[in-house]
């Protein structure tokens, strides 16, 4: 009966996010791509003055930032002030101010980003801070504007969307002749705020400001996160949907970058979409269009600029050349990091290829390249083994974007660039994530599939099975044989139990909504592709079929097949390492540089969604440490001994922990180190950061 069911889902099931080797589960390639030109001869005079007067070379103050507000000057802003949700035709920002919020608090900040502008340590705990970075006063040369894009979400066109909760303060140019946006995320309502109150809550703000900073440590491209400043005031939230509203209090998040230009930003133009029915507010002004390219490439493509200043056309070209081999990159990265973004619409893609908006996203635990973390897609569209394939389309919407400027005959063979681009940029982080550093080898590509494959069939950590690997010797060094024992324990200790596959494959639907389903798919199945149904239940009925496999599974089979599993994968790495130390003179000093490669790729520390919750938690509860403790660590992702100062948890603090060092599956040297010394990487419940997902962490759910 479940096979037939299936069978009816899938000869009505027409995936619309198909498979291409692009979507190899893959991982990421670090590259700074932060092009820092000079500032602007633009500028204004007086935030000449106000820089000279401080002296070049010195830090700011608060009341010093060297502001030069370029993209207000450059790009047309709209004659209308009214605040109210409306369309915004003919312009790229609207005027607009933060609505002030109650007795803001700073919950973090981060000093290495602000020092992006300037701002030294000693201004980051003034009483002002929280003033200003909540929105409650303007900074002396901040201009507040809410920028204007549209977005294809979910496959489809959506119209107008824009800044509906974040607010552009300015641009500062620093010391070095770097010019950085910033923006308050959550500062209040703007004509973009649709039906919202233009507000975000703690949990969100937290997340969004940890990963943030996090991804930037893990050498993966990104906006920065500044601080983040909470309230007194409150708004109303329905965390999941089901009708348990409650109150929040409004956190604000200083985001930075270069520039917040974002695929969306281009499609403001775009005629009546034939599916939806909407259309961009400044349809047909090309002359914004010509005008949005210019300053974008001017700006923060000046190499493109000056390589092709009297050419149009190969100046587009360029520049959309550069767009679509940043992208690739990215998602490279996030693929190698195991992250999932999980919100891959238009109005989410930078055009300087960096992770922007942090929404429902997720970092891999258990290696599964169908995972999901955002609990509202149903469809599964902005799964991890999607993430390449949907990236590379939303390149080819830019292309259609832009396409009255740089018709689609000469962007569309620069798309088919990206698969290869991709490619490149995963087998090259794949060869330092396994230590092979000395040879290029074809077949090594079979290599990474197949550790993947035994990821899969095991339920192994991503993050800590990698990291694992480098306590495997080079063969010829004299503790080979007793390292390869070692390595061999430890990645089985990093698979799943019987227990948790089974809870993983435990059926999500309520046996009503799939019996709905079923029905509607019967009856009208283009009505159900609309909602996203069909995907969903494909993946109800994968678990079921999976669940049915595993009912009669004992621990000791499991185990069993896993011991047998990786011994066969290391047998083949094992060969291949072989390989990488022929004709070495040092092994051993080969080996070295080998392990510090694989241990500057393979972090120690990611965000996994419970560290995320504990902080949460914590903050909720008006204890704000944890959320410091724990971007203290991700700024040293990599790192074996971190030290975490005046933060540390003294023995016996942490209260009634949910979870214990076992019960997270914490690799033993991270026991030793909790256990004996303090000042270990050690979470307010008692959980070593290193741990594998406690029990109730696999009934965490972001939206």
């Not at 370029?70 to 607009?96: H, M, T, W, Y």
């Not at 390989?579 to 996994?608: C, H, W, Y």
Request: aromatic fraction near 8%; proline fraction near 4%; charged fraction near 25%.
């Amino acid at each position: 009966m479940l096979r037939f069911a299936k069978y009816l889902v899938e000869k009505q099931f027409t995936c619309a996010t198909p498979r291409s080797t692009t979507a190899l589960a893959c991982l990421p390639v670090q590259v700074n791509y932060f092009c820092s030109g000079p500032a602007s001869e633009t500028g204004l005079k007086a935030s000449k003055r106000k820089f000279f007067r401080r002296g070049r070379g010195e830090m700011a103050t608060l009341e010093t930032l060297n502001f030069d507000n370029l993209v207000l000057r450059s790009l047309p802003i709209d004659s209308s002030e009214e605040n109210v949700p409306r369309q915004v035709p003919g312009a790229c920002f609207s005027k607009v101010s933060p609505t002030p919020v109650s007795k803001p608090q700073t919950v973090a900040f981060s000093a290495q980003a602000l020092q992006l502008l300037d701002l030294p340590a000693s201004e980051l705990t003034r009483a002002e801070f929280a003033e200003h970075f909540s929105g409650n006063k303007l900074l002396p040369g901040s201009e507040t504007a809410a920028h204007c894009y549209c977005g294809h979400q979910f496959g489809h066109f959506s119209g107008q969307l824009g800044d509906g909760a974040a607010m552009y303060l300015g641009e500062v140019v620093n010391k070095s002749g770097e010019r950085w946006e910033f923006q308050l995320k959550g500062a209040g309502l703007t004509p973009f705020s649709r039906t919202a109150d233009g507000r975000k809550v703690l949990r969100s703000s937290i997340r969004e400001f940890l990963c943030s900073e996090a991804m930037h440590h893990l050498g993966v491209p990104t906006t920065r996160a500044g601080s983040c400043v909470t309230s007194d005031s409150k708004v109303l939230r329905d965390v999941y949907y089901n009708g348990n509203a409650s109150y929040e209090r409004c956190t604000i998040v200083l985001r930075i970058a270069q520039t917040f230009l974002r695929f969306g930003s281009f499609e403001i133009f775009k005629p009546t979409d034939e599916t939806t029915g909407r259309k961009g507010p400044s349809v047909g002004r090309n002359d914004i269009l010509i005008t949005m390219l210019d300053y974008a490439i001017k700006t923060f493509f000046p190499e493109i600029q000056e390589a092709h200043a009297d050419n149009s056309e190969e100046r587009y070209t360029a520049f959309f050349r550069e767009v679509v081999h940043r992208t690739a990159r990215l998602v490279a990265e996030w693929q190698c990091v195991g992250f999932c973004h999980g919100v891959l619409n238009t109005d989410n893609m930078s055009i300087l290829g960096l992770t922007i908006d942090y929404g429902p996203f997720g970092f891999l635990d258990r290696y599964d390249a169908d995972n999901i973390c955002n609990g509202s897609d149903d469809g599964g569209r902005y799964s991890y083994r999607n993430q390449p394939e949907m990236c590379k389309w939303n390149c080819e919407k830019f292309a259609e974007a832009i396409s009255e400027a740089l018709p689609t005959v000469y962007s569309r063979p620069v798309l088919e660039e990206f698969d290869q681009k991709f490619s490149e940029h995963y087998l090259s982080k794949m060869r330092k994530k396994l230590g092979l550093v000395k040879k290029e080898l074809a077949e090594d590509k079979e290599l990474f599939e197949a550790l993947l494959q035994t990821m899969t069939e095991t339920g192994a950590d991503f993050t800590n099975t990698l990291r694992g690997l480098s306590q495997l010797s080079l063969p010829g060094c004299q503790d080979f044989d007793s390292s390869l024992e070692k390595t061999k324990s430890y990645l089985l200790s990093q698979c799943c139990s019987v227990q948790e596959l089974i809870k993983a494959c435990k059926p999500r639907m309520d046996p009503r909504q799939l019996q709905m389903l079923m029905l509607l798919l019967s009856t009208n199945p283009s009505l159900l592709t609309q909602l996203g149904g069909q995907g969903k239940i494909m993946r109800e009925f994968e678990r079921m079929e999976k669940l049915e496999e595993i009912k009669d599974l004992t621990q000791e089979q499991k185990s069993a097949a896993d011991v047998q599993k990786w011994t066969e994968w290391l047998e083949k790495y094992t060969a291949r390492l072989k390989l990488e130390g022929q004709g070495a003179g040092d092994v051993e000093q080969l080996n070295k540089d080998r392990v510090a490669t694989m241990n500057s790729n393979n972090p120690k520390f990611i965000l996994r969604n419970y560290i995320a919750q504990n902080a949460i938690t914590a903050a909720e509860e008006g204890d704000f440490s944890e959320v410091q403790r724990v971007l203290r660590l991700l700024e040293q992702p990599f790192s074996e001994d971190v030290d975490l100062g005046e933060l540390v948890v003294a023995p016996g603090d942490g209260g009634s922990a949910s979870t214990t060092d076992d019960d997270a599956g914490a690799s033993a040297s991270v026991l030793a180190e909790t256990a004996a010394t303090p000042g270990t990487a050690k979470s307010c419940t008692g959980t070593a950061y290193d741990s594998r997902p406690p029990d109730w962490a696999v009934d965490l759910c972001v939206t």
